[in-house]
């Protein structure tokens, strides 16, 4: 299941707040970019963060998992 415009719309709107925050349609989902740089995944209209250690001290009960099957 692809993610739909709507999802990402609203996450956009969501984190915008953060900064100049865009996201690029790949292979049918979505990469966001903060400041050009990617940070993060929209799949299956779901939002996964880039696992980092800042962004696990801010998010410690954070579900993490992949994206898709065989993500690294």
Do not use: H, I, N, S
Not at 61 to 69: M, N
């Amino acid at each position: 299941m692809a993610t739909q415009q709507a999802t990402v719309d609203r996450l956009l709107g969501c984190l915008a707040g953060a900064g100049p925050v865009t996201a690029r349609k790949m292979f049918g989902e979505f990469c966001v970019y903060l400041d050009g740089k990617p940070v993060a995944l929209v799949c299956d209209d779901r939002f996964y963060l880039k696992p980092t250690a800042a962004g696990r001290e801010l998010l410690p009960d954070a579900e993490e998992g992949p994206p898709y099957p065989g993500a690294k």
